[in-house]
């Protein structure tokens, strides 16, 4: 029996405040890189054993070294906890350093480009940080998240100084350096700690020059809460000793409350209250299922410290919803279908714009009971008649240009007699013949697409409305898409409203490649004609 997964949790209501304020800057971590989907590297990125064997390999080394770099890395952290280290610094001196850096970029680089950032990219990105701090060297963020934010590492010290003085840039620190700058990222825990001006012991090493990198994170706990998103704050971590030093110079904890959103774990609870005190950290737990996907439905609800804005003609818009706020969403497509000049339609079953009160208020029903509380269920369903009642009066009286696009399967399925019921049957016989007659004497389009199951099409993200709007004056319609996640055990419920995005083009595009693909207009009505004709009669027979 599959375990019921958990919920994020919500988020604080000092962070949401903090948030409101413009006041937080996010930690990611290695565990945040996790989220992302491979596209060719099952694995992820290596570890940093495995990263040396592949340095090894295609550095073809005399026997003699290539064999005592092997002896390293063959060894335990507990037999010897700087065996990596040791290793990386014998195969950077054999190799030399330019040698060893391109090969290490020619093996990263690859895997770096063969993933999709996740759900948790797109949240972090549109919540609108400003500066993002990661000891990631992968290039997800900057290519899912915030692509307009410029890249810096602790090696850039004349860029902190600059940063810290210009409220108006929006960077990524890299901390661990940056994949497409191999010399940037630090071999073993030695240089990590260098970065940040100490010795592998943990004391500060005079004359080292990190004094940027040291200010501008004083400055970065000092005057804002600090998000921490895959990272458990580990004490082997650089920044952790810098941590330390800051608690102690400022008399035993840090003067701003900073959050830890890390997977519950008893053995180190007692470690981590003892932590949260001394340090100020508010420790945020949620019980994880495999992929982790309350990490980004945190992130998600974080939209509570959001600034609130509207659509506006011709700008850029973006606004999400979870399962609770599914009225909402509707409610956000209404706000646009009721002054759309066109409007486009791609689902796995007849869109539910076109449907009948009667429809809604049972066969819809029926579907939502389960998933939503009662009053959500209410609420729902009167945005959903509201939206058919408004595309059938501007069908008919407006002239409104509709398209819709649907799967065949679905069609068949939904009026197979030996599939629905009789008043199920009778109901969606009911339903096609209506859209037969608005085909008839409306701009309405339908086309239904052969061969494609619904579990193809969500897998393609392929569900959505497009909607155009334009208002008098302007050149060019504003286009708006709107989609929702399908729910299921493992997967919460979420819904996007987009509005002149770029990922809008993508979903024009696959929209027309479908619509070119189906059945012509002509051939989908005689089908559905076809189809209604023979449930109609399989009704009729069953009633005698």
């Not at 592998?200 to 004359?207: A, D, L």
């Not at 700008?315 to 706020?325: L, M, N, T």
Request: aromatic share 10%; proline share 5%.
């Amino acid at each position: 029996m599959a375990t019921k997964r958990q919920p994020a949790p919500e988020p604080p209501a000092e962070l949401i405040d903090q948030l409101k304020a413009g006041q937080v800057v996010p930690f990611i971590g290695a565990g945040f890189s996790r989220t992302a989907q491979s596209k060719g590297a099952p694995g992820g990125l290596p570890t940093y054993t495995e990263l040396l064997l592949r340095l090894l390999e295609a550095a073809k080394l005399a026997s003699y070294d290539d064999e005592v770099i092997r002896n390293y890395l063959r060894r335990t952290d507990a037999e010897d906890p700087d065996h990596n280290d040791t290793a990386a610094g014998l195969l950077r001196k054999a190799m030399k350093n330019v040698p060893f850096y391109m090969t290490l970029r020619d093996i990263l680089e690859p895997i770096d480009r063969s993933f999709e950032g996740s759900l948790a990219h797109r949240f972090l990105g549109l919540l609108g940080f400003r500066r993002i701090v990661t000891t990631n060297y992968d290039r997800l963020l900057e290519r899912f998240a915030v692509p307009g934010h410029e890249v810096i590492t602790p090696k850039d010290q004349q860029a902190f100084r600059l940063f810290m003085n210009d409220t108006r840039r929006q960077f990524i620190l890299k901390l661990h350096g940056d994949i497409t700058r191999p010399d940037t990222i630090p071999w073993g825990r030695a240089e990590l700690l260098r970065f940040y001006g100490y010795d592998s012991y943990g004391t500060p090493v005079p004359g080292e020059d990190t004094s940027g990198l040291r200010d501008f994170l004083k400055e970065l706990f000092e005057r804002n809460s600090v998000l921490f998103l895959g990272t458990s704050l580990s004490s082997t971590e650089g920044y952790a000793q810098f941590l330390i030093d800051l608690v102690s110079a400022w008399g035993g904890g840090l003067p701003c409350r900073h959050f830890v959103l890390v997977p519950f774990d008893e053995s180190l609870k007692a470690l981590r209250d003892d932590l949260g005190r001394r340090m100020n950290l508010q420790y945020i737990y949620y019980y994880p299922d495999a992929q982790h996907t309350q990490v980004w439905e945190f992130i998600s609800f974080l939209k509570a410290g959001r600034p609130k804005s509207s659509p506006q003609p011709g700008q850029p818009w973006e606004q999400w919803y979870h399962q609770r706020e599914r009225p909402d969403y509707l409610q956000a497509q209404l706000d646009r279908e009721l002054t759309a000049t066109s409007v486009r339609y791609l689902t796995p079953r007849l869109t539910n714009a076109i449907a009948s009160a009667e429809f809604l208020a049972t066969d819809c029903c029926e579907e939502l009971e389960g998933r939503y509380d009662p009053e959500v269920i209410e609420r729902t369903l009167s945005v959903m008649k509201s939206r058919a009642a408004n595309i059938e009066k501007r069908l008919r009286e407006e002239g409104l240009e509709v398209r819709i696009l649907f799967l065949e399967s679905e069609l068949r399925a939904s009026l197979d007699p030996a599939a629905a019921s009789g008043d199920k049957l009778a109901r969606a016989v009911a339903r096609y013949r209506r859209l037969l007659e608005l085909i008839e004497s409306t701009d309405l389009e339908v086309r239904v697409i052969p061969g494609l199951s619904s579990e193809e099409l969500k897998g393609n993200e392929a569900s959505f409305a497009l909607i155009f709007n334009r208002v008098d004056g302007q050149a060019a319609a504003d286009v708006t898409i709107a989609y929702s996640s399908q729910a299921n055990n493992d997967f919460p419920e979420i819904h996007m409203v987009l509005i002149n995005t770029q990922e809008i083009w993508r979903h024009t595009f696959t929209f027309e490649r479908l619509w070119a693909a189906a059945r012509n207009e002509e051939a989908t009505r005689r089908l559905i004609v076809e189809l209604v004709t023979e449930a109609a009669q399989e009704d009729s027979r069953a009633l005698l």
